[in-house]
T-cell receptor
Framework: DAGVIQSPRHEVTEMGQEVTLRCKPI?????LFWYRQTMMRGLELLIY????????DSGMPEDRFSAKMPNASFSTLKIQPSEPRDSAVYFC??????????????FGPGTRLTVT | AQSVTQLDSQVPVFEEAPVELRCNYS??????LFWYVQYPNQGLQLLLK??????LVKGINGFEAEFNKSQTSFHLRKPSVHISDTAEYFC????????????FGKGTHLIIQP
């Protein structure tokens, strides 16, 4: 399997612009997670989905952030409008539960977002 | 709610020496425990996990960790480190394992000196 795929790998945008980050989970995985990594706050959970349904979005910092999972193989994290303090590395991870599950979350390579 | 404390932000060690990276957690419920490694400009990779059973857990790359319930600790060890072990190490907990979000510590930067 190709692993978790994220695009773009790097994004530079100006304050006020809309940013869309994309994630393709591992095929067959039923959970998808979005995390953000910053120097100040470390790694923090933003939102996660089970079978394409959002389960917990309490980590989403503001209404400027939104996430969707229209099908089992695709998710987006959107920031509108973007601000300099949104600069971070955003990770997507997926996992599988049920029979044969090993409780591991598999992480993508991340998207490094810079907002100027 | 859960929290994870990694007591050392940076640990310098000479090559072939042993190392221990410390992790303590707090939680009002039972949790699963994980150690992840992050190499520069890469995503996170699972080193090992504790779900239940034996408190000594062996992982990849020669790492192991011991779960101590009374001390709420899950320290990571390696008997002999290599230059390639230079990376950021994260301890994490989750009530539901793969079915729940992870709460991470701030990370420990392991620096291997030749």
């Amino acid at each position: 399997d190709a692993g978790v795929i994220q695009s773009p790998r790097h994004e530079v945008t100006e304050m006020g612009q809309e940013v869309t980050l994309r994630c393709k989970p591992i095929s067959g995985h039923d959970y998808l997670f979005w995390y953000r990594q910053t120097m100040m706050r470390g790694l923090e959970l933003l939102i996660y989905f089970n079978n394409n349904v959002p389960i917990d979005d309490s980590g989403m910092p503001e209404d400027r952030f939104s996430a969707k999972m229209p099908n089992a193989s695709f998710s987006t994290l959107k920031i509108q409008p973007s601000e300099p303090r949104d600069s971070a590395v955003y990770f997507c991870a997926s996992s599988v539960t049920g029979g044969g599950a090993n409780y591991e979350q598999y992480f993508g390579p991340g998207t490094r977002l810079t907002v100027t | 709610a859960q929290s994870v404390t990694q007591l050392d932000s940076q640990v310098p060690v000479f090559e072939e020496a042993p190392v221990e990276l410390r992790c303590n957690y707090s939680s009002s419920v039972s949790v699963y425990l994980f150690w992840y490694v992050q190499y520069p400009n890469q995503g996170l990779q699972l080193l090992l996990k504790y779900l239940s059973g034996s408190t000594l857990v062996k992982g990849i790359n020669g790492f192991e960790a011991e779960f101590n319930k009374s001390q709420t600790s899950f320290h990571l060890r390696k008997p002999s480190v290599h230059i390639s072990d230079t990376a950021e190490y994260f301890c994490a907990v989750s009530p539901g394992g793969g079915a729940d979000g992870l709460t991470f510590g701030k990370g420990t930067h392991l620096i291997i000196q030749p």
